[in-house]
């Protein structure tokens, strides 16, 4: 996969957030199928699913079509995707999708302090899935003080976004049969530009993610089976 199109799936902080894809490709189911992604407004995860071969739905609680649609036709892929207005807690379908996929959407849905939406929204997941269906989701984790304190000071949304605790998403699974993740990036999400998130990426790679544990990288990449 060339990097203009890993670009143009992942959008930001890209270097970081963009080891998810070879990981999930591990556990896509390689025949193809139904597959949505929630808050998708830009259609980043969409193109990635057309591009192997899935009929996708692009929703988010918007339509996507205006904000997604010409980065699908940039890549020729516009007719394997539709575009719908879906609420991530109201998802209306049973035993439908082979493949769900979000990025980074629990800590809007959680705003405020509210676990309950975010575990609702994995309960709605599981019910559109059909059995043995796939979520493939990357989420911002709670991650360090530092970075709890830098979003606090520096991100709009620092003080009202409801980071999510890797114990969290493990309880919030717990109904799926398998739930596996991997976790990445501390330095990277103190960039405040792609070039020094992208340069800050490589003192993670070399050193940080294989001396940290786990509970203080900022990115986690999951897979769930239904």
């Known amino acids: 996969m060339n990097s203009t199109i890993i670009k143009d799936i992942i959008q930001w902080d890209v270097r970081t957030w963009s080891k998810a894809l070879p990981w999930w490709e591990r556990h896509l189911p390689k025949t193809g199928g139904q597959a949505l992604e929630l808050g998708g407004r830009e259609g980043g995860l969409s193109l990635w699913l057309a591009s192997k ?35 991530a807690m109201n998802i209306p379908y049973e035993n439908h999708f ?26 709605e997941i599981r019910k559109a899935l059909k059995p043995g269906g796939v979520l493939l989701f990357a989420e911002n984790l709670s991650a360090s003080g530092m970075h709890r304190y830098m979003r606090k000071k520096f991100v ?25 993740y991997h976790t990445t ?3 990277a999400a ?12 490589l003192g993670d790679e070399l050193l940080f993610n294989h001396i940290l544990p786990s509970d203080l990288n900022y990115v986690l990449f999951g897979i769930a089976v239904k």
């Not at 082979?98 to 939406?117: Q, T």
């Not at 103190?190 to 990426?201: I, P, Y």
């Open 53 to 87: 071969g899935y009929n996708v739905i692009c929703s988010d609680l918007e339509n996507t079509e205006s904000t997604a649609k010409p980065l699908h036709i940039k890549h020729g892929l516009e007719s394997k995707v539709q575009y719908k207005d879906i609420d």
């Open 98 to 123: 082979d493949v769900i996929v979000f990025k980074s959407i629990l800590g809007g849905i959680g705003r405020d302090d509210h676990p309950e939406a975010q575990q609702k929204t994995f309960d």
């Open 156 to 180: 709009r949304w620092g003080n009202s976004w409801r980071y999510v605790r890797i114990e969290e998403l493990k309880s919030f699974t717990s109904a799926y049969r398998t739930f596996e």
């Open 185 to 187: 990036g501390f330095l």
């Open 190 to 201: 103190f960039g405040r530009s792609e070039f020094q998130r992208n340069t800050l990426a």
